[in-house]
Every structure is written in C-alpha cells, then in structure tokens.
Nanobody, 119 residues
Framework: QVQLVESGGGLVQAGGSLRLSCAAS????????LGWYRQAPGKQRELVAA???????NYADSVKGRFTISRDNAKNTAYLRMNSLKPEDTAVYYC?????????????WGQGTQVTVAS
C-alpha cells in the first residue's frame, strides 16, 4: 500500500506560478513512477506529467515548457512546478503512484488539490 498526500494548490492569477507537492508513504520501495493528473469540471482526468524512478519525464503537450515535474527520493516526494499558469489549467490535481512488486502492479491516488487560475 502507498499513501499519497498532495499540497500546494490554491488561487493564482493568470501568468502566476504554483508548486504542488506529493508526499508518499508506505511501500515506497515499490513505486516505479509518480505522476500528476488533473480533472476539470465536466472533463476526463488527464495526465499532466510523470517521472520514473530513474528520472525520465513525460509531459502533456499543453504544459510542455511551462510545468516541470521532479522528485526527491530522499524525501519520498514529487513536485510539480507550474509557471505561466492559464485559466484553462484550473482543475483538481491528483498525484498518482504506479507500483510494481512481486509481480503485482498497483496504482494509488492522492485526495487531490484544487488549482484555480483567475483571468
């Protein structure tokens, strides 16, 4: 089992910045990748960015060049730095952990943190 706790959301003006944090606990040795997803009202949840254990990253086209994902393995924490925020970035942001241990894959979610970008 992996527990994820997000923090850092809030209200920001367009063009501003925020940094989200995702603290992992539990069976952290089983985590292969950490990712950030978001879900806006009336829309499906979508991948924003992901980072593997070895540091490889992947971004949605809509955030490339503006968002940066990173992880501090010593602190078991992943971060999402969001710059040049736009109103369309408004959503609930969720942290996700993809795990693999003993031949079993798993997927865990945090509770989400609201990001609101005012125009």
């Amino acid at each position: 089992q992996v527990q994820l706790v997000e923090s850092g959301g809030g209200l920001v003006q367009a063009g501003g910045s925020l940094r989200l944090s995702c603290a992992a606990s539990g069976s952290i040795f089983s985590i292969n990748a950490l990712g950030w997803y978001r879900q806006a009202p009336g829309k499906q949840r979508e991948l924003v960015a992901a980072i593997t254990r070895c540091g490889s990253t992947n971004y949605a086209d809509s955030v490339k060049g503006r968002f940066t994902i990173s992880r501090d393995n010593a602190k078991n924490t992943a971060y999402l730095r969001m710059n040049s925020l736009k109103p369309e970035d408004t959503a609930v942001y969720y942290c996700n952990a993809e795990t693999y241990y003993g031949g079993v894959q798993g997927s865990y979610w945090g509770q989400g943190t609201q990001v609101t970008v005012a125009s």
